[in-house]
């Protein structure tokens, strides 16, 4: 049954002197997949996909595509196609050529060259562009352009190394609905690079979160997003609200945590069953998750100043001051308008049920405090 992944890893490590940039890592990804890795700069995700590509060896590990493994295999004899961030078209061809060029290098004759360049030109949306030059196209056809040179050559993985870094705001956002659209139409499996949450969550069947060579949690978008498994996890997907705090009195349902400024946030024990009272916590709560005047749950309860309001439509905010502790906070509003006159030095309610709070261990190893799992 190993072919029914499209790609594998299997511990693989990549080292660069005594620097470790990709730590045992491992994953499977079935076919057909749109899978993403998500981390910051410097994290080692674009020394992975390179790996998967042929372009560097690993140290050590292996990895398997279509359940063979390509250890020694160069980047032209891979089943995978890479699409970089800026895309490398040939100016001085037209699409056609463009698309056509793998095939030509694999001396493809003249008839099948034209058959496979047109089939996925249309497999892309853009069946009448094969006569068109590169500079009359848009960024959004640009990209798509780049995708059929790649889907053209038939591969088992296509590899995209934040594709849309490139392009201006706007068109970033209609391209991750239209690259989403588009993975899913052909059934090619997908395995999107980015440092951006959004375009991680928007598009993907599942996404790994990397940070500092080793994957952190992988799981689909909404597993990352409501069930963080550490704080880097909690505080790098979406928006969240942070306090660092100490595990105080365990109550019947909830335990208190206790902030230094002097307040206390409320978590359940059913979702944090393993917390022990002394424990130094780092505790997230999402801006969503946080009721105005009333609404909603009411174990935590603050008083606080509105300082700013941030209206951006359906994900409008407010940014309050606790009155207690000073403790800024961003509060998500409503889409039904209901705080559509809020105004800045208002004072405001806030409540969220301590099932919402999520707390993470903090423990000191050799005078260097790490965030460990959540409890």
């Not at 390179?50 to 089943?79: E, H």
């Amino acid at each position: 049954m190993a072919d029914q992944f499209d790609l594998e890893c299997r511990d693989v490590v990549k080292n660069f002197d005594a620097f470790t940039a990709v730590d045992t890592i491992s994953l499977t990804i079935p076919k057909g997949s749109f899978f993403s890795i998500l981390g910051p700069s410097g994290c080692g995700k674009t020394t992975l996909l390179r790996m998967l590509a042929g372009f560097q060896a690993p140290s050590s590990g292996d990895i398997l595509i279509k359940g063979s493994s390509v250890l020694g295999v160069p980047p032209n004899r891979r089943p995978v196609n890479m699409v970089f961030q800026h895309l490398a078209l040939f100016p001085m061809m037209n699409v056609a050529e463009n698309v056509a060029y793998g095939l030509k290098r694999r001396g493809v004759d003249r008839a099948t060259i034209e058959h496979k360049v047109n089939d996925t030109l249309a497999r892309v949306g853009l069946p009448d562009s094969g006569p068109k030059q590169i500079n009359q196209l848009s960024g959004g056809q640009k990209q798509r352009i780049a995708i059929a040179r790649c889907l053209v050559l038939e591969p088992a993985v296509l590899l995209l190394d934040e594709p849309l870094g490139a392009l201006d705001l706007k068109l970033r956002e209609h391209m991750k609905v239209e690259l989403k659209q588009l993975q899913n139409e052909i059934g090619t499996t997908f395995v999107y690079i980015t440092h951006d949450q959004s375009e991680a969550l928007v598009m993907s069947d599942q996404v790994a979160v990397m940070n500092a060579g080793r994957f952190e949690q992988v799981g689909a978008p909404q597993d990352l997003y409501y069930n963080p498994q550490t704080a880097f996890v909690a505080g790098f997907v979406g928006e969240s609200n942070r306090w660092q705090g100490i595990v105080g009195a365990m109550q019947e349902d909830n335990i208190a945590i206790n902030l230094p400024t002097g307040g206390m946030v409320l978590a359940s024990r059913s979702v944090h069953p393993d917390l022990a009272e002394g424990q130094s916590v780092d505790v997230f709560v999402r801006p969503e998750a946080i009721a105005i005047d009333g609404q909603g749950k009411t174990d935590n309860g603050i008083q606080a100043k509105v300082e700013n309001v941030l209206f951006n439509g359906a994900a409008s905010s407010v940014q309050v001051r606790d009155a207690q502790t000073g403790h800024e906070m961003t509060v998500a509003l409503p889409q039904t308008g209901a705080f559509a006159n809020l105004r800045a030095g208002d004072v405001v309610n806030l409540t969220w049920g301590a099932d919402q709070t999520r707390c993470f261990v903090r423990t000191v190893k050799q005078g260097v405090t790490t965030q460990g799992a959540v409890a």
